[in-house]
Structures are given as structure tokens and as C-alpha cells.
């Protein structure tokens, strides 16, 4: 067949034509489909553009700070720097963190709470921490490395830091990284963004004041999670700073006096209940708790036969022994079961009517004939058997209960146990028994079933020492204001009341028991005599013994330790000066040995610092 | 008289240019193709500097490759029709053989073996070549024969087509061979390939693939082309550029975030933003009025090409023009259709704008083949 130009021309020529037609409607087409996500899928598409591009993220407040009453730093924030990894960035984690341990020594422990902590976490995309406190030269290995290490970064962070270290753990407490258990307790919006949380001591009890209130920023971040800039910010309240009444060189003086022994130290200003220092030794250096503290250490403090860990001041639970004489005489005298003329012969022992059983004075052939004055100086236990015998169990509890003892006083002490003040019914409460005279007598000496903490000793002595006039011990003294008219927090208390205070038919027995008290220290047969010696002022107090029972053993058998473990716990309680007392105290010396050769001395160094004010140590010869 | 012919051809008002166009006329350039061209190229600058995150490096990159291609249309324009007819049964044989060669010591990357290194040569990719080479060879084959061409003719298209196709699915290059195919194809029907024929044959396509999709596939295998079809099953793989990219082209809404702006694409959400998905950076920063007027200049060239096709003087010169310029528009359709979520997604750049050197230099001698097409007319007596 013969080839047809003009044909082969018109067709093609109307095949064109055809394509371009095609063509437009293609075209149209993809326009009408870019017209669909432009402008009827615009809302949506605007959202997930948004999605991508901005994060709302927590702004975490800065902790409140803690001072001492004389403005000195407890408790400050300090950056730290962390290597973290958001696994959702990292390519395979195994193998990252294999990276990063080739630039930084990794424990297995480290990697082994990595694991944990990254299984507890509250959202994807959270970065989780795997190795706290890097050095300069980790951070500077790990910036260079950085690129091939998707998902990891350095992180900055403000964290506690107790610059005073083990002398303030046991009254200040730590923070520590929150737990399941205590993210149930919070409110979550607060605490978003927040990693730490009071576990113990102030730390704890203030928690909602040093936190703070988040803050929130929208932020632009790019593909890689890197934040470019703020859209949009409400910033967060920083927490309030608190001021304590502790008074650190006091605290440390304590600390010192005691001088390694196992123990308790109160310290009371009884006009005002502030608590100037709380001691419990040994301690334990609260910084390792805060970022975690690594299993071995940890192990270490807890497995320790002097449980360091165990707060002694406010949970150690003592017979408090002689130390309650005072209180049971003015009992004593208030009900008139003795007056000041009262007098009898001690022989060394004290026995009661149809029983066999002796009541031994510690005094082996007894103090001779005295009244109460010369009792409580010398600490007579026959004319306490005896008193206490008049006195009954009803008359006793009751005023030891106008005392604080048997409850939980402090304003602002949530970990205090309230140790134990016995009575008919408790006993047939606990023990399905009848009272019976015999455990009055023992009551009388403050032996027996009672038990007392330290904090309570020294309440009970600020009391004393404000003549019944009750103040509640307390921890902090002020709360700062916050940074805004808005910033409204609510200060926790324990108590919102004062209890009553301890009124006395004839208040001149206040002289009469609180001279006792003087004559212990500055009597010629006062048990203290030789703490009270040459000072410049006069002091009130009252030594007290302790039968150890043990308040907790370890399960070590260690006959030495043992056998020093069974000696007597050395008590003492007393304020000065005697005519306006400025501080009340209670000492309790483990396994001491006598109240007046172990605690009284520790006491006496805390009344010379504080009525003094804090003079010069002298140059020792 | 050529001359006059091509001021009749010139729309209203166009003897002001008559001097400036005789000296294009002179170079064998098309005035019009070229303006367009030009204002394509400044347009993908502008949005390569925004797509790949303001780096001038890219832009000057780019612009020395629209240099060396504007340079390489016009060489391509001054050679007459009759030489590449004579010489496309050759080039397409030596396509052929770099093809070959490059499955055998081809270079490339991310698993592909693509390019060519002769000693003497720069370094090619004969698969570029191919999208020249063979619309050639098929406008060579037919342009003797008998037109509307024969089934058995048709068939010899379909093997010539089908071999190139097949040697450049193996390097692997989807979208090429997709490119490489439609070339042919289209030459065959404007070549004027009967109605019932192309019915035949989609009909015969069309049962194909359930009958693979029953028996022959695997259940892997069904599974990636389901993918390739829905992304969003797969939103942090494969789908992720998709979704990013519907998102950046949504987002952009009727009149775009501005030049600069768009945080699909400068935030590094959206991925391969300067080459195959730089139409969403144009989307989210311009919106739809950017992407309708990108539309119109495409569709323009596309019209001018199919004019000069028409124009041309003889059925090889027409089946070529007409081919080259319905190839350049697979480019957008493909480009647009995947970045947009209508198709699978294939590397197909989109003509002119993504940033990478090849291609810009394989279109720009095919609008050099149209111009040489256009402007060497022979005076023939009607």
C-alpha cells in the first residue's frame, strides 16, 4: 500500500489534538486533587503540620531553697549533666548503648536502672536518663561523638545538693527520683515535668512549697527534635525558699559532742518551739540518694549493725529512764499525794505490801533520808517507787500525757513515732493483762513499758522550761513569700491547734521542781554536778539511764559489739539558762553507759555555744 | 518564505520582535519554548533554594546545569531532522549496548547500577539516553511504512520498546523504564495505532493482573505492592514521605505560608524536599495559586511542543515532537500524582525544578530536538 501524507498528517493532527485534550484533563485532574488537600482537607492538614512542628513542653519550676535561721544554704540546685537516650530516636538501643559505653565507663547496674527507669516511663519520646554527674571531659567525648549517636544527648539539670552533706540528712531528709507510687499521689500536671520528689524529712513535709508550680512552652522543634524556638510561654512559679529555725553551728556542735557514738541530740527553743538542732548519728550523706544511690553503697548503709540510715531523734523509741522524775514529782506535788515536807529513808530498796519482789534503788545501799528536792537532785529511785505507788497509773499518765509523751506534737514532723505511754488500758489493750502496782513502780522511774523519743524528751523539757506554757516544736520558722500576689500555696501542718498549757494548783511548784532540776547541775549531790561546773550561768537538768532492750540488732553475732551494745543508754534532759531558758535539750547516748557521764556533757557544750553565742573555742594547752 | 511562514505562525503583535526573532530563527530557536523554558527554570530555582534549606551551594549547582543544558538544546537545534532520522537506528543500537554494558560493570548507588564510565567520556547514564533513543528508532521504524502502521509493525514497536525497557528494570529504574516505555508508546499512537488495537491490548493488561495477582505472585510480594499503593499502612516507613508530604501540600492551603516559610519543608519534616518531592515545597510556601500557575506553564509547554509536532514537515519529525513533548508531561503527571498521593511512589523528578543533573540535561536536548524539528523546514511547493 502506498503511503498517504495527507491522510497520515490529518491523523496525527487529530491524535494531537486528542492528546492535548488528555492532557488538560490530567491536569485539571491533579489541580482539582492538590484543590482537595489545599482547601477542603486545609483544617486538617494545618493540624498535623502544627503536630509535627510544635510540642507543648513542661518548664519545670526551680526547687525552693532551705537556709538556717541565719540565712546559711541547707539545700540549693545545682546543674548536673546526664547522657540520656529517647529510644524512640535510636536506631537499635542495644547498640547504642554499647556506643556510649566505649566513651564513658557504664556499670551494669547503670545500664540494668536505664532499663527499668525506660520501662516506667510516662510518655514516648521522653529522653531517660542512662548515666548521671559526667565529668567535663565525658561531655566533651560524648559532643563529639554526637552525630553518629542518634537519640542520645546531654542533658542539664538542676538537681539538690546539700552542701552540708550527713550532718543535716536526718532533719532536712533528700530528694530522690520519683517513683510509680508517689507519681499517684501528685498531681500530674504539677509534676510533668518534674523528676525529683521530697522522700524524707523537710524535703518531704514541704514538698508542696519548695516545688512549685509547672510552667508550660510551645515550642517549634524540627524534624530531629531539636527545639529552634518558643511559640509561646506561661512561665512556672519556682518553689517557695524556707527558712529553718536549725541553726547549723549549733548542729554541728551536737554533731561533734557526740563524738561518734551511736545517738540522739534535740535542741528546743522554748519560746518559740523552733527547733535549733536535731541530731541523729551516725548519718549518712544524703547527696548519694538524690540521682540514685548505686546498690552497693546502698547495701552498705542499710546492712550497717549502727543503722545510719535510722533516724534516731524522731523514731528511736527509749525507756527515758530517770529523765521523767521531774514530771512525776510535780504530779506528785499537784495532787498532793507529797508535799515538800515529804521525806523518806531510802535503804537502797523499795518494797511493796504482799510481794516478795524487791524494787532496787540504783544506789546499792540507798541516798538515806530525803525528800522529793534531794530526790530529784540525786535521781532516789526508793522515793519515786514509792510516790508512784501513791500516785497510781492514772495520775501518772495523765500528767506525762500534759507533757507530750505518748504523742505526736511537732507542727511540722510527719516521720516522728509517738512512742509510748502506758496506762490500764493499753495494757489490757496489748497485753489482755490487769495493771498491776508493781508496773506503776517501774512507771515512777520511767521504766517499764513507757517509751519516748528523743523530739518528745526535749518538748517535754521546753514545757518544763516555759513552766507548762506549751509551744509546738517546729522545723521551719518562715516560709517566703512567693514571687506574686497569685502564688498561693497552702503551708502543711500536722497541728493547727496548741495544746493546753500545763496549769498547777500552786505555781510556785514550778520553783521548787525546776530548782531540783538546777541542783542537778549545780547541787553539791547532783548526778550532772560535773557538767554544770564553771559556768558562767545557771542550767536545769535531769540524767537519766536506760535498760537496753535493743532497738534494733543486727544479725551479725559479733560478741564484742554485742556485748557493748548491751550496755545502759545514756539520757539527759535540760534547758538554760535557768532563770529565762533560751534552750531546751534532750541527749540520748546509745549504749553510754550513765546519763551524767555520757549525755550530760554533750548537753553542756550545746548550752555554752547557744547562751554564750557561740564563743571562741579556747585554745586547747 | 520560511520566514513568512513563521511570522504567520507568531500570534498578534509579534512584528515588534521580528529582528530579535530572526536572530533566534538564525540559532534555530523557538522563541516561544524558550521563554517558557526559561521562566521554568528560574521558578525551580527559586523554589530549590527554599526546598533544599536556603543552600546557595544547590542553587549554583543547579543554575551551572541549566547552563550546560540550555548549551546542549542548542547544539542539539542546529543538527537537521534528517541526520537524527538517519543516525537513530544507530544510537539506538548503541543505547542498547550501554545498557548491556551497564549491568556488567556499571557503577552507582543505594543498589543500583546506573551509570557508565568510558575511558575518555564523562561519566552517563545510558538510560537517559534511552528516553531520547528510543521515541527515535520507533519514529524511524514507522515513518517508512504504512500509515496507520499494521499490527505485525506494531509488534516491532512493542519488541523495540520492550527490550530497553526491560535492561533498565533490572539496573533497577522503575521510573525511567516507565519514562522509556511511554516514549514508545506514545509514538505509536500518534502514529495512529487503530482504537480497537489499544482497547485490545489494555483489555489483555487488565486481565493479566488478577490472574498474576491469583497465581503468580507471592504473599511478600502482595504485600509491598499494597504498600506502594497505601503508604499510610506504614506511616513511620514508607509512608512517612508521603504523609509528610500530603501534609506539607495540605497545610499550604490556597495561597501558601510564603517563601521560606514552610515548616514541612524547612523544619526537615518533609523528606527529599529539593528533588522528587520539591512540588510540596512549592505547595506548602505558594499554596494552590503556586501550583495552579506551575500547572500553566507546564501545560503550556506541552501545547507549544504538540503545535511544533503538528507543524512538523514529515511523520518522523511529527511522531518525535509529538512523543518528546507527551514524555515531558509523564514527568509531571508522575511526580505530581505520587507527591500527592495519587500513585505509587516512583523516582520521577519533576521536569525542570527537582534539583539533580541528568534528567534537566536529557529534556533540554529533547526541546533542542523539537526546535531543530521546527526551525529546519525545507521549502516545499504545496
Known amino acids: 500500500m502506498l503511503k498517504d501524507p495527507i491522510r497520515e498528517k490529518q491523523i496525527f493532527t487529530f491524535r494531537a489534538v486528542l492528546a492535548m485534550f488528555c492532557i488538560l484533563i490530567i491536569a485539571a485532574g491533579l489541580l482539582t486533587r492538590i484543590y482537595y488537600l489545599q482547601a477542603v482537607d486545609f483544617e486538617h492538614y494545618t493540624t498535623l503540620s502544627d503536630k509535627n512542628r510544635m510540642q507543648l513542653q513542661s518548664v519545670v519550676p526551680t526547687r525552693g531553697l532551705i537556709y538556717d535561721r541565719n540565712n546559711v544554704l541547707l539545700a540549693d540546685n545545682q546543674p548536673i549533666f546526664s547522657v540520656s537516650i529517647v529510644k524512640e530516636r535510636s536506631p537499635d538501643l542495644e547498640q547504642t548503648i554499647a556506643q556510649i559505653g566505649a566513651i564513658v565507663e557504664l556499670t551494669d547496674e547503670q545500664i540494668k536502672r536505664f532499663k527499668k527507669r525506660l520501662k516506667n516511663r510516662r510518655k514516648p519520646y521522653e529522653s531517660v536518663p542512662l548515666k548521671s554527674k559526667l565529668t567535663e571531659v565525658e561531655i566533651a567525648r560524648l559532643s563529639v561523638k554526637r552525630h553518629v549517636l542518634p537519640g542520645v544527648g546531654v542533658e542539664a539539670e538542676l538537681v539538690r545538693h546539700y552542701p552540708l552533706g550527713e550532718s543535716m540528712a536526718h532533719m532536712l531528709g533528700y530528694v530522690g527520683r520519683i517513683n510509680i507510687k508517689e507519681l499517684k499521689r501528685v498531681d500530674p500536671t504539677n509534676y510533668s515535668g518534674t523528676n525529683y520528689i521530697g522522700k524524707l524529712g523537710v524535703e518531704k513535709f514541704y514538698e508542696e512549697v519548695l516545688h512549685g508550680k509547672v510552667g508550660h512552652q510551645t515550642v517549634e522543634t524540627n524534624a530531629r527534635g531539636r527545639v529552634l524556638r518558643v511559640l509561646d510561654q506561661e512561665p512556672s512559679i519556682p518553689g517557695r525558699d524556707i527558712k529553718l529555725n536549725i541553726d547549723v553551728r549549733l548542729q554541728q556542735i551536737a554533731i561533734d559532742a557526740m563524738a561518734g557514738r551511736r545517738g540522739a541530740v534535740v535542741a528546743i527553743e522554748p519560746s518559740t518551739g523552733g527547733i535549733l538542732a536535731l541530731v541523729s548519728t551516725p548519718s549518712f550523706d544524703p547527696n548519694l540518694f538524690v540521682t540514685g544511690i548505686d546498690h552497693e553503697s546502698y547495701s552498705a548503709l542499710r546492712d550497717s549493725l549502727d543503722i545510719p540510715l535510722f533516724n534516731r531523734a524522731l523514731k528511736g523509741q527509749y525507756p527515758p529512764g530517770s529523765t521523767i522524775k521531774p514530771i512525776i514529782g510535780l504530779a506528785g506535788l499537784d495532787t498532793g499525794v507529797v508535799n515538800r515536807q515529804t521525806k523518806i529513808r531510802d535503804q537502797g530498796w523499795y518494797q511493796l505490801k504482799n510481794d516478795e519482789r524487791f524494787y532496787r534503788d540504783w544506789k546499792k545501799y540507798g541516798h538515806g533520808v530525803v525528800d522529793l528536792f534531794d530526790a530529784i537532785m540525786q535521781s532516789c529511785d526508793t522515793f519515786f517507787y514509792d510516790m508512784a505507788f501513791k500516785l497510781g497509773v492514772d495520775n501518772m499518765e495523765s500528767y506525762l500525757d500534759r507533757f507530750g509523751l505518748g504523742s505526736r506534737t511537732a507542727v511540722d514532723i510527719s516521720e516522728d513515732r509517738q512512742g509510748l505511754l502506758p496506762g490500764r488500758a493499753w495494757k489490757r489493750g496489748a497485753k489482755g493483762l490487769a495493771w498491776y502496782p508493781g508496773d506503776s513502780l517501774n512507771m515512777g522511774i520511767g521504766q517499764g513499758f513507757m517509751l519516748a523519743t528523743p523530739l518528745q524528751l526535749a518538748t517535754a523539757t521546753a514545757v518544763l522550761a516555759n513552766r507548762g506554757g506549751w509551744q509546738r516544736p517546729r522545723l521551719a520558722q518562715e516560709i517566703y513569700p512567693g514571687v506574686s500576689a497569685d502564688d498561693i500555696v497552702e503551708i502543711p501542718t500536722m497541728h493547727d491547734d496548741t495544746p493546753d498549757d500545763v496549769l498547777i494548783n500552786n505555781p510556785d511548784d514550778w520553783n521548787y521542781i525546776l530548782g531540783s532540776m538546777k541542783a542537778v547541775m549545780h547541787g553539791k549531790k547532783g548526778t550532772a554536778r560535773g557538767s554544770g561546773r564553771k559556768a558562767t550561768y545557771k542550767m536545769a537538768g535531769k540524767t537519766g539511764t536506760a535498760q537496753v532492750v535493743g532497738i534494733k540488732q543486727g544479725e551479725e553475732y559479733d560478741a564484742e559489739a554485742l556485748a557493748e551494745r548491751h550496755r545502759d543508754h545514756a539520757l539527759f534532759i535540760g534547758f538554760a539558762p535557768y532563770e529565762s531558758p533560751e534552750i531546751a535539750v534532750a541527749v540520748i547516748v546509745e549504749n553510754g553507759g550513765g546519763g551524767s557521764t555520757a549525755a550530760a556533757p554533750v548537753a553542756r557544750k550545746i548550752f555554752d555555744a547557744w547562751v554564750l553565742d557561740f564563743p571562741e573555742p579556747l585554745e586547747e594547752k | 518564505m520560511a520566514h513568512q511562514e513563521f511570522v504567520r505562525q507568531l500570534e498578534g503583535g509579534a512584528h515588534h520582535f521580528q529582528n530579535r526573532r530572526g536572530l533566534l530563527f538564525k540559532l534555530h530557536l523557538d522563541p516561544v519554548l524558550l521563554i517558557l523554558l526559561l521562566i521554568l527554570s528560574c521558578v525551580g530555582l527559586f523554589v530549590l533554594y527554599s526546598g533544599s534549606g536556603e543552600s546557595v551551594v544547590h542553587v549554583q549547582k543547579q543554575a551551572m546545569r541549566f547552563v550546560l543544558a540550555f548549551v546542549v538544546m542548542i547544539v542539539f537545534a542546529q543538527l537537521d531532522p534528517s541526520v537524527y532520522r538517519r543516525w537513530s537506528p544507530w544510537l539506538f543500537l548503541l543505547g542498547l549496548l550501554a545498557l548491556v554494558a551497564v549491568l556488567v560493570v556499571g557503577t552507582g548507588a543505594k543498589g543500583a547500577q546506573r551509570w557508565l564510565q568510558l575511558p575518555g567520556l564523562p561519566r552517563f547514564q545510558p538510560s537517559e539516553f534511552m528516553k531520547l533513543a528510543v521515541p527515535m528508532m520507533a519514529a524511524w521504524y514507522l515513518s517508512d511504512r504504512y500509515l496507520p502502521p499494521r499490527f505485525k509493525h506494531v509488534l516491532g514497536v512493542l519488541v523495540l ?222
Open chain 2, 161 to 382: 520498546i520492550f527490550m530497553p525497557v526491560v535492561l533498565v528494570i533490572k539496573q533497577p529504574d522503575l521510573g525511567t523504564s516507565l519514562l522509556i516505555a511511554a516514549s514508545g508508546i506514545f509514538v505509536l499512537l500518534l502514529a495512529g495505532i487503530s482504537g480497537k488495537l489499544v482497547t485490545g491490548f489494555i483489555a489483555v493488561v487488565g486481565a493479566a493482573i488478577p490472574v498474576m495477582w491469583m497465581f503468580v505472585m507471592r504473599d511478600y510480594q502482595k504485600q509491598r505492592v499494597l504498600t506502594l499503593f497505601n503508604p499510610e499502612q506504614d506511616p513511620l516507613g514508607s509512608g512517612w514521605n508521603i504523609i509528610q508530604s500530603k501534609t506539607a501540600i495540605g497545610s499550604g492551603g490556597m495561597t501558601g505560608k510564603g517563601w521560606l516559610e514552610g515548616t514541612q519543608s524547612q523544619l526537615d519534616f518533609l523528606p527529599e524536599s529539593h528533588t522528587d518531592f520539591i512540588i510540596a515545597v512549592l505547595a506548602e510556601e505558594f499554596g494552590f495559586i503556586g501550583v495552579a500557575l506551575l500547572m500553566m506553564l507546564y501545560v503550556l509547554i506541552v501545547a507549544r511542543g504538540l503545535y511544533i509536532a503538528i507543524k512538523a514537515q514529515d511523520s518522523y519529525g511529527r511522531m518525535l515532537a509529538g512523543s518528546l513533548t507527551l514524555t515531558f508531561f509523564v514527568y509531571v503527571f508522575v511526580n505530581i500524582g505520587m507527591v500527592s498521593g495519587l500513585l505509587p511512589v516512583v523516582g520521577v523528578p519533576l521536569p525542570l525544578v527537582s534539583y539533580g543533573g541528568t534528567s534537566i540535561v536529557t529534556l533540554m536536548a529533547a526541546f533542542g530536538v523539537l526546535m531543530s524539528i521546527h526551525t529546519h523546514k525545507k521549502m516545499l511547493g504545496k
